[in-house]
């Protein structure tokens, strides 16, 4: 940021506060015609076009009355839009209960469970590899990021098959066991990333003050890793929030089903209810796209120091 | 299907919390141990003969333990049950019998947690602090390496002793394990179909294909996006936003969306691709005087047309590698310019002093330092987009017939749906060394490639 800083102090910008003719619109700095400016413009338009349609195409199916599902109309708001699809998803008809709020509530229990075990196991997991030099830790990091190699399809038949043994198949724990398990590798890498950037002064000082190493990890490392903690806690949360192939797998009783095997249900009918489909991706996939877009920024912070670390 | 009841609230916050209580009961007092083991020195003699007996008996124990649950997943079944000298592996089982008959159910756990932390207790007392420092390591790490070890070290384990059974749907319960078997099963892997009619090879290409195109197009088009937006310049929050958005929405959703997009009468591009062929069959019609002219819109009319995206093979393909694109451009434009940001000014400045043009800067100063970023970034992408399969799954299927499953598709549909299980983990170990092989390969070029631009 300091970088971007000097750079506007060292190039006068030709520009005055509330005032928003066209060429205010395009502004920039490193001496670009208009010309260049309106086709970047242009471009990041169409690309925008291209990542939003296929989400709008989804709001346009849902708001479709049942009838009128089938169109080769292209336009985002239908003809006759109804909300009659949210609303039988929401209050379900008279005699036959919604399961919206099952499927929601049991991806909302195994995730969040999922994600508070991983975000404690990789936490001081992370701080370990971050702070102490012992025997087989650059093997164990090696470990970590060869994990990322296996096909997750690869292990899904021994973990099957030992979740099946163990009679965990139809059991909010061995999602969770397999989902946390997972999920922690990643969440080690990033957090000792971070972990490496935080100077280890504050911890001797603590220390010496006659701090236990319990004390320095919760009053000292805990706040300091915040974000970071959030970004992983978010990560996890995230991937098995949308998981479907180890939940297909896993659960087979309909009472269990978390919300991308509810969702599948609906088209796995004699007729696909496309309407309602719709209307459930839109109403699962609000709140997380909105968590994710407003926590981004601080997610690609996490990636990048993660990954550009070593 | 029904509804959320408050019974069923109960039941499963109930299951859930007791699960996740007793975990963490059971690792805490491990810790614990672990914690005296390495902090905690016995003071007197009476005191070390307590303290290292309980900790040997324990270790034996825990190590007896382990072995009983590596049977009881069936990883060593077969080998307990064949040779009787081994039957102390189940000694775990029978001492929780006789213990469980004496004590009544939940106190039996409660007094063997008692014990276990009143030993911890008895431990602490009669020692005296030693200092240690890496016991801290191995007490914040053991949690993570247990989950670790028993989720993919022992899966990888049992997927190996797989691959050398003859592991099937019939022979689930009892199934026979011998080199035989796995030869059988590796030969099958080159030989036979690997789902029910693709052979190896011909997945294999396709898996490649499949990777190529989806990187090549990930980090063209996050590069090129990423290019564009590291500029000061109005709504570039609102574009970031807006071109993040194919990441942040649920890849299962826009998967099933995208999917309804190849419909032949209702998806969005048969009825692009039918509208425009009317266009320009109507251009045609109005142009039919100049010869050219009428020419060129005549074939446009004729070549763009609807395509049968679900029937064939070609087209199948081009839907998933097109969804797929879409999917993971905002990953790659995002780590791309988080790299691009960290790049100094004053190279751009200093370059174009000298006279640099701005493919001399790109090629000379922007791909060098972008380096750190997207190497790492090449080969976790490689990697994902090669065990992808999910995408695959949820808008072909893998259809029509098996045209365009990957490599890890295929695994999927055969231990899956076909319930080849000993087959599928030879399969998995054929796919898994393909990926290290490439991975060492890739890191060793790209080492390589470091000493040219240094």
Known sequence: MSVEGVQEKAIPV????????????????????????????????????????????????????????????????????????????????????????????????????????????????????????????????????????????????????????????????????????????????????????????????????????????????????????????????????????????????????????????????????????????????????????????????????????? | MGALTPEIIMRSLQQVSLAVVLTAITVLVLEVHVYLLFFRRPRSLPSALFTRAFQ?????????????????????????????????????????????????????????????????????????????????????????????????????????????????????????????????????????????????FEVFMRTVLWTALNVTFHVLGGLVLALLLNRHMRLRGVYRTILVLPWAVPATITAMAWRNEFDYRYGFFNILLGRMQNFFADLAARTASTPLVFDLFQWLAQNVHPVPWRQDPKWAFISVVMTNVWLGIPFMMVVILGGLQSISREYYEAAEIDGASAWQQFRHITLPLLRPVLVPATILGTVWTFNRFEIIYLVTQGGPQEKTDILVSSLYKAVFQFYRYGFGAAFALVIFFILLLWAVFYLKVTKGLKGVYE
């Open chain 2, 56 to 200: 040997g008996v324990g270790g034996a124990f825990l190590a007896v333990l382990s072995l009983y649950l590596l049977h009881r997943i069936g990883l060593i079944a077969d080998i307990v049950k064949a040779s009787p000298s081994l039957s102390w592996v189940l000694l775990p089982e029978r001492l929780w019998r006789a213990w469980t008959d004496l004590v009544p159910s939940p106190f039996s756990l409660v007094l063997l947690y008692v014990v276990l932390i009143v030993a911890a207790g008895l431990i602490y007392a009669w020692g005296e602090p030693r200092p240690s420092r890496l016991g801290l390591a191995y007490v914040l790490i053991l949690p993570a390496l247990i989950g670790i070890s028993f989720l993919i070290i022992v899966p990888f384990l049992y997927e190996v002793r797989l691959a050398f059974s003859n592991m099937a749907m019939y022979t689930a319960q009892n199934p026979k394990f011998g080199l035989k078997y796995g030869i059988e099963n590796f030969v099958k892997v080159f030989t036979g179909p690997v789902a029910k009619n693709a052979t190896f």
């Open chain 1, 14 to 310: 030709p520009q005055k506060r509330g005032m928003l003719s066209w060429r205010a619109l395009f502004y920039r700095p490193r001496g670009d015609g208009p010309l260049k400016r309106l086709l970047i413009h242009v471009a990041l338009w169409v690309a925008c076009l291209i990542a939003l349609y296929p989400v709008l195409r989804v709001v346009s199916i849902s708001l479709r009355p049942a009838d009128r599902l089938l169109t080769t109309s292209l336009a985002i708001i239908p003809q006759d839009a109804t909300l009659a699809n949210y609303v039988e998803l929401l209050f379900g008809r008279p005699g036959r209960p919604t399961p919206f709020y099952l499927w929601i509530w049991n991806s909302l229990l195994i995730t969040l469970t999922t994600a508070t075990i991983g975000l404690l196991l990789s936490a001081t997991a992370a701080y370990a590899f971050s702070r102490f030099r012992f025997p087989g830790r650059n093997a164990g990091m090696i470990f970590l990021l060869s994990t990322q190699m296996f096909p997750a399809a690869m292990l899904l038949l021994p973990l099957f098959l030992m979740i099946a043994r163990l009679g965990l198949i139809n059991q909010y724990l061995g999602l969770v066991i397999a989902y946390s398990v997972t999920a922690i590798p990643f969440s080690i890498w990033i957090l000792r990333g971070y972990y490496d950037t935080i100077p280890r002064d504050l911890e001797e000082a603590a220390l010496i003050d006659g701090a236990s190493w319990l004390q320095v990890l919760w009053y000292i490392i805990r706040p300091l890793s915040t974000p970071a903690l959030a970004i992983v806690f978010l990560f996890n949360f995230m991937s098995s929030w949308n998981e479907y192939i180890v939940a297909r797998i896993i659960l087979n009783k309909k009472e269990m089903y978390t919300w991308p095997l509810g969702l599948w249900t609906f088209t796995e009918q004699y007729t696909v209810l496309w309407g309602k489909f719709a209307a459930a991706s839109i109403l699962v996939a609000l709140p997380v796209t909105l968590l994710f877009l407003f926590s981004s920024r601080w997610l690609i912070s996490g990636l990048t120091l993660g990954s550009v670390k070593e």
